[in-house]
C-alpha cells in the first residue's frame, strides 16, 4: 500500500507539472473536477417540452440563471437539466463577477466545461475596457474571451480592431493576431500580431508593426509601446522617421513627448535635404534640444552624386535650428575625412550646411593634389560641391613632393594664406606676413636649374600643373637662386616643417586609422 502511496503522489505531480506548463487550459482540462448543476433563480414562466426523447424546460420573461457564482439572464432560456446546459435568447447578460460582464443576443452555456459562446451584438465589459464583436467564446476555467470574426477593443483612449483576438481578463492582456489597429489621439498602430494591457495601456509588438503619427513613423518587429506616456522601444528591423530625418539601428527608444529617440547598433541616421548620412554603434537625437550625436565608430557621409566626402570622428554632432533644420554638423576628436579631391585630419571640424564652409581646428592638415597644407585653423569655402578657396589662419606651412625627385619639397610658409580654386586644382596661393618660400626651379624637361629661397613680407604664389610656376614678392623681397652644390642641406627644411603624407588617408576605409603628429623638425 505504501508502495501505491508513492507511485500514486509521484503521477499526481507530474500531472501537475504539466497543467503548470500548459497554463492556457487550465488544470481543470487535465483533472476531472465535480460537475456542478446550473441552477434555476428565477423566472416568470416555464414550458415543459420533450425533443427526440430529451426533457427540455423552456423559461420565459425574466430569466435568472447561477452557475458557480455566474449569474446569466435573459429574456427567455431553453434549459437541458440532463445535459447542463442551456441557450438563452435576449438581452443575454452574463455577469462573471463584480468587474466583468457579457452581453449579447444569443449564449449557449455548457455547465460541464464552464464554456459560454455568446452571438450576435456581443459586447464584453470590465473596468478597463469594452469588447465588441458578433461571436464570442469566454472560457470560465481560463478566464479567457477570443473572437475570430472580428472584434473591437475600446480602453479610454485606445481603440483596437483586429480580425482574431484572445482577451486574458485575469492579468487584463489582450492577444491581436491578423490585421490589427490601433488608434489613438496621438498615433495610428498597424500590426500582424501584438499584445495589449487594458491595465498599463502598454502594446507589445511581437510581428511587422507601423506607427505612425502626425510627424512620425515607427516600423518595428519586436518590443513595446506606451500609450500612455508615447515612449516605446523597438527591436528587430526598428526604424524611425521623422520629416526629413531618418534613423535604424538594432534598437531604437523614442519618447515622443521630451524629442529624445537614441538608437543601438549599427546606426544609420539620414537627412534627405542636405543629404547627408550619419553611421554608428549609438547615437542620441534630442529634436526639441535642437542636436542629435553618434559616437563609436561614428562616420558622416556628405553625398554628392560623383564624389562623396567620408568624415570619422570620436563623436559627430548635427545641429538644427528652430524649424529643426539641420545647420552645422560639428566632429570632435580625432577627426579624419576623405574626398577623391581632398583629404584632411585635425582635432575638430565644424562643417555649416548654409554655406559649405569646413573649418578645421586643432593641429588642422589638409591634402589636396601634391600639397599638404598646415596652420592653426583652416576654413574651406565650396559651392555647388567644388571648392572655392581656403583660408589658413596663423602659422600657416604648405608643402609639396617636387615633381622629378620625392626627396625634395617646395615649401611655402607664413602668418596667413589664402588659396584660390580653379576646377577644384589650387592654382593661386596669397601669403601675409613673413613670407618664406624654398621651391626646386626646373627646366621644361624637369631639369635642375637651382634652389630659390626667398623671404617677403608678402607674396603671390602661381600654380601650374600642380607645380609652382611663378612668384610674385612685394615689400622689401629677399629672394636668392642658388645651384644645387651650394646650399646648404641643413637648410633644405624651414623651421617648424612637418611632413605627415602617411597620415593622408589613401580611401574612405583609411579615415578610421589615426597617427599622432610628429615634433616639427626645427632648422638648426
Known sequence: MFVKAVRSSKIKYLFLLIAAFVGFTGCNALFAQKKTKIQLERADNLIG????GTDLNIFVGNVIFKHEGTFLYCDSAVFNNKAN???AFGKVHVLVNDTLSLFGDMLNYDGNTKIAI????????DNHSTLTTDRLVYDRNTQIAFYTTGGTIVNKDNTLVSRRGYYHTSINELFFKDSVVLVNPEYVVNSDTLQYNTATEIVKISGPTTIKGDDEFLYAEDGWYDTKSDKSELIKNPSLTYKEQFLSGNKIYYDKETGIGKAFGNVFMKDTVQNIILKSEFADYRRKDGYAYSTDSALAILIDKTDSLFMHADTLRMIFDSLENPTHLKSYYHTKFYKT??????????????DSTITMIGRPALWTQANQLTANQITIYSSGQKIDSLFLDNASFIISVDKYDISKYNQIKGKTMTGYFKENELNQIDVEGNSETIYFVREEDGGLMGI?????SSMKILIKERQISEIYYFEQPDATLYPEKEYPVEELKLKDFKWLGNHRPKSKHEIFRWEEDPQPVLKR
Request: with cysteine; charged share 25%; net charge neutral.
Open 49 to 52: 417540452d420533450k425533443t427526440t
Open 85 to 87: 446546459n442551456l441557450d
Open 118 to 125: 455568446v452571438t450576435g451584438v456581443v459586447k464584453l465589459v
Open 341 to 354: 579631391d581632398l583629404q584632411g585630419k585635425c582635432d575638430s571640424l565644424i562643417y555649416s550646411f548654409n
Open 452 to 456: 630659390n629661397k626667398a623671404v617677403s
